[in-house]
């Protein structure tokens, strides 16, 4: 047992000793020792109502105080609810004082004056990067439960940027319980428009593109946004309105299959479009302010990152013929690194990268090009043109051919 606590302790990261605030220090103390934003907040043994509802105007965040007298729960409820505050901020009778009563990896703080004999309890409770601020005798110290290495992120429609839709996650399984619930809690209309068009996830983030116009009837006007939620409890980040997106009375299967790839998270960064038309804009991956705008990208059709390089399908409506280029930009700069002009239509998504390669299907040829220049490596004529996508696997590229499986490496042309 001593072992198993140990290693649950080596599992926290220290990030600070000796923070010495008092009893029960306030917001700004507790944020500059944690560098804790916001999300979903446990205080473990408060008492202390006036200072819970402080904490949690200043913090914007979700909190809920635990403890284990009936009598003090009610009166810290009743001081909230007189004052409004009782929702966003509440507090549970702890009736197990060595159990929390949450699922796992879902909280993101968790603020103790006391903390022995529930550190294993802590370990189970917080998300991955999530904090324990407890108190250490005269002073408080900050630990950091780390990200397992055996979880991954998907950034892209099709996991990364190579296209091929195989995580490496060894975690993830066959769902056995809800981990948490978001909006919308109903889709709009079976027979129209996917209500969501979009869904990746990095940095302990999740971002989605939906329509949140009415669900009592398709014809109501839409209300299209790009959220970020905690992934690992649903807790709204930010939003965005996105002014313009795919016509509503679309039919479900006749979405167009590139709209799904119009949007792309990094650790620190989200690509998207914020109206269908573009340009193409780098969103902070924490509160959504836009970063860069990626000059010529209006009309774009797809986004792909790697190595921080972005690739972009656009369209120029103005030239005759609705000419489409393949793009590449300096992703944290914005500057344009190179083009590829199509001979006629660069097929849906048939971009891929991988290493110091980007391969895509230009109508009846396909090309693998070099990611810093632009400059081709081979190309195989395809004799007709195809609509199937595109993968790398390896230092392989896999895609079918009207039906017959062709497959080439990345160095060689066919």
């Known amino acids: 047992m001593r072992m198993k606590k140990d290693l649950l302790a080596a599992a926290l990261t220290l990030l600070s000793a000796s923070l010495c605030f008092g009893d029960l220090p306030g917001y700004m103390a507790i944020r500059d020792a944690t560098q804790f934003r916001r999300g979903l907040v446990v205080v473990v043994g408060c008492d202390?109502?006036?200072?819970?509802?402080?904490?949690?105007?200043?913090?914007?965040?979700?909190?809920?105080?635990?403890?284990?007298?009936?009598?003090?729960?009610?009166?810290?409820?009743?001081?909230?609810?007189?004052?409004?505050?009782?929702?966003?901020?509440?507090?549970?009778?702890?009736?197990?004082?060595?159990?929390?009563?949450?699922?796992?990896?879902?909280?993101?703080?968790?603020?103790?004056?006391?903390?022995?004999?529930?550190?294993?309890?802590?370990?189970?409770?917080?998300?991955?990067?999530?904090?324990?601020?407890?108190?250490?005798?005269?002073?408080?110290?900050?630990?950091?439960?780390?990200?397992?290495?055996?979880?991954?992120?998907?950034?892209?429609?099709?996991?990364?940027?190579?296209?091929?839709?195989?995580?490496?996650?060894?975690?993830a399984g066959a769902p056995h319980s809800l981990q948490w619930i978001t909006s919308p809690r109903y889709t709009r209309s079976h027979?129209?428009?996917?209500?969501?068009?979009?869904?990746?996830?990095?940095?302990?983030?999740?971002?989605?593109?939906?329509?949140?116009?009415?669900?009592?009837?398709?014809?109501?006007?839409?209300?299209?946004?790009?959220?970020?939620?905690?992934?690992?409890?649903?807790?709204?980040?930010?939003e965005k309105d996105i002014l313009e997106w795919e016509d509503r009375y679309?039919?479900?299967?006749?979405?167009?299959?590139?709209?799904?790839?119009?949007?792309?998270?990094?650790?620190?960064?989200?690509?998207?479009?914020?109206?269908?038309?573009?340009p193409v804009v780098a969103l902070d991956a924490e509160d959504g302010t836009p970063l860069v705008t990626y000059e010529g990208t209006h009309d774009a059709e797809e986004i792909v990152y790697h190595n921080d390089v972005l690739l972009i399908v656009t369209r120029d409506r103005s030239d005759e013929g609705k000419q489409e280029y393949l793009k590449a930009f300096d992703a944290t700069t914005g500057n344009r690194l190179w083009q590829n002009s199509s001979q006629k239509h660069i097929q849906d998504l048939s971009v891929a990268a991988k290493g110091d390669y980007v391969v895509y299907n230009d109508h009846k040829t396909f090309r693998c090009v070099d990611l810093g220049d632009g400059e081709e490596y081979w190309s195989k004529s395809l004799g007709k043109g195809n609509n199937a996508s595109v993968l790398i696997h390896g230092d392989v590229v896999l895609f079918c051919n009207q039906g017959d499986g062709t497959q080439g490496r990345a160095k060689t042309a066919f």
């Open 48 to 171: 202390d109502a006036q200072w819970l509802h402080e904490f949690s105007e200043q913090a914007n965040s979700v909190v809920q105080a635990l403890h284990t007298d009936i009598s003090v729960v009610q009166q810290m409820r009743n001081y909230l609810s007189d004052r409004g505050a009782y929702g966003r901020i509440s507090v549970k009778h702890w009736r197990s004082s060595d159990l929390l009563p949450y699922h796992d990896n879902l909280i993101n703080l968790v603020v103790a004056e006391n903390s022995e004999g529930i550190n294993d309890e802590i370990v189970r409770v917080l998300a991955p990067n999530g904090k324990l601020y407890h108190k250490q005798g005269a002073g408080w110290t900050v630990l950091e439960k780390p990200r397992p290495s055996n979880i991954d992120d998907w950034t892209h429609y099709t996991y990364d940027a190579s296209g091929n839709p195989v995580s490496s996650d060894s975690v």
């Open 191 to 238: 027979d129209y428009m996917a209500s969501v068009t979009g869904c990746v996830s990095a940095g302990g983030r999740l971002f989605y593109i939906v329509d949140l116009g009415s669900h009592a009837s398709i014809h109501y006007d839409s209300r299209w946004k790009l959220y970020a939620v905690d992934a690992f409890n649903g807790m709204p980040l930010w």
């Open 250 to 278: 679309t039919k479900f299967l006749s979405t167009p299959r590139n709209l799904a790839r119009s949007l792309v998270a990094h650790d620190s960064r989200v690509f998207t479009m914020l109206s269908i038309h573009g």
